[in-house]
């Protein structure tokens, strides 16, 4: 999370309608609902008038990050591992790099949705709207746990866009992708598609996770833009796709609109976002499992570890448990529970409905807030370790961070140096790179890094996802 937070006064726009759906009224959207559609023409109108009225509401975020660049040559603990010739010495140069991104106004007075990868760690952003004003723009919080941020500017005659319910939409919906891809010639481009899949989760993208996939297109640049659906409100901010070459294939990956629009609430009224804690570890519950259990299938999740002087071990939950109800709805998968347990208010009791021993009894908890993660270590890849990945890592610690060429930030992982001609390099793996999951499971840490990596051997199957630049790539190749 970028240490340049902005917070506003102005929070005092943020009404009860932003939380519960469209900031402000958005008569363009309704009168969509109601266009009758009786010809192939009509239909084709259709998608103009969508496009026209969701297009405006579209910016293109640019970013400059300031990095003090060392001279050519990598130095460290891994030159010799990889034969890579040392640094000499020199001071280097001071380098800018430019990074693009999309937005979404939310508010006539100026509040921007868009990805917290789009904008963290950089030090100056600005956006570009519709009718080609650029202006300054500035961080009032973000959330890297659903990599969400939210920017403000200060400008007058912006078009907010009406936001969605995402919970409402069914797989198979028409759906309109719009954002910045590649470069800032193709700005507020639109591409359609459908929702191929909804609640997709352990995609290793963010530590919250419950995307729309969708078959628009969507290309590097258009992170941050936005999903709509054919009443032209928000349903989703575009945030990565699953390719292996880098392009789109035909899989991208939305922040469903209700989630980032809590986050958006949130940021804007105290600069954080508080999550409900229940202090246990849940897993589903497989077909053996069940058996062993005696319950059935994909009904309810188990709880493993209960944490000590937790809200669930106050309110009596022991290891074993099986969770069938959450607050009246029923519980159907891990992933779904801890969504729902974090979009609790801290404070707020919620009602489970457990199985223990094959009796069902009812359980209220009052939920406390999930802390912050502690420091992280700033360890390196073991040479041992490197021999096998074809790779080598390190936190991006202040050291690293030099070398790199990039701004420090000890809670992420980078790709120190590639074995030439190994599997790694031959998958496109680089220096630089950042990993943010290993085997679909997210890497917010060295600490985590390791453990995603622990055991690995010749011959297994390695799949991160890793981000270069503005640009989010999955990459798979057996050791």
Avoid: C
Wanted: proline share 5%; glycine share 10%; no cysteine.
């Amino acid at each position: 999370m970028s240490s340049r937070r902005s917070r506003y006064a102005s929070i005092a726009i943020l009404s009860a309608g932003l939380v519960a759906g469209a900031p402000f009224p958005a008569p363009a959207a309704e009168s969509l609902k109601s266009q009758p559609v009786q010809s192939l023409a009509d239909l084709n109108q259709a998608f103009v008038r969508i496009a026209e009225t969701a297009t405006p509401s579209v910016v293109t975020i640019y970013t400059e990050t300031r990095i003090d660049r060392p001279s050519p040559f990598f130095s460290g603990p891994f030159a010799e591992l990889f034969n890579l010739p040392k640094q000499q010495g020199g001071n280097g140069a001071r380098e800018i790099r430019h990074g693009l991104g999309s937005g979404v106004i939310v508010t006539a007075d100026g509040y921007i949705l868009t990805n917290n990868h789009v904008i963290d760690g950089v030090d100056t952003i600005s956006i570009t709207t519709s009718d080609n004003r650029r202006i300054p723009a500035k961080v009032v919080g973000s959330d890297p746990r659903t990599d969400i941020a939210v920017l403000k500017v200060q400008a007058g005659g912006l078009k907010p866009i009406s936001i969605g319910d995402s919970d409402r939409l069914k797989v198979g919906e028409w759906v309109m992708a719009i954002g910045s891809p590649i470069r800032e010639s193709l700005a507020r481009t639109v591409t359609h598609g459908i929702v191929s899949a909804k609640g997709r989760a352990n995609v290793g993208l963010a530590e919250y996770e419950d995307f729309i996939q969708t078959d628009a297109a969507i290309n590097p640049g258009n992170s941050g833009g936005a999903l709509i659906n054919i009443n032209g409100e928000l349903v989703g901010i575009n945030t990565a796709i699953a390719s292996r070459t880098g392009g789109f294939e035909g899989v991208g990956f939305a922040v469903p609109s209700n989630m980032a629009n809590k986050v958006l609430t949130e940021l804007v009224k105290s600069g954080k976002v508080s999550r409900g804690y229940l202090g246990i570890t849940i897993q589903d519950i497989d077909e053996k499992l069940a058996r062993g259990l005696n319950v059935k299938e994909r009904e309810g999740v188990l709880v493993g570890t209960v944490v000590e002087r937790s809200p669930a071990a106050k309110a009596g939950i022991r290891t074993g448990d099986v969770i069938l109800e959450f607050n009246g709805r029923k519980v159907s998968s891990a992933v779904e529970l801890r969504n729902a347990i974090a979009v609790q208010s801290p404070g707020s009791t919620a009602n489970l409905v457990i199985n223990r021993d094959g009796a069902t009894r009812a359980l209220p908890v009052r939920l406390e807030e999930l802390a912050d993660k502690p420091g992280e270590t700033t360890e390196q890849t073991s040479k041992a370790e490197g021999s096998v990945l074809g790779f080598t890592a390190s936190a991006l610690d202040a050291k690293t961070a030099e070398q790199m060429q990039k701004k420090p930030d000890s809670r992420k992982v980078v790709v120190t140096a590639v074995l030439g001609m190994g599997p790694a390099d031959r998958a496109g793996l680089k220096p630089g790179d950042v990993i943010l999951s290993v085997d679909k499971k997210p890497v917010a840490s060295f600490t985590s890094f390791s453990e995603s990596i622990k055991g690995k051997k010749r011959g297994d199957l390695l799949l991160m996802l890793v981000e270069r630049g503005w640009s989010r790539v999955y990459l798979a190749f057996n050791l």
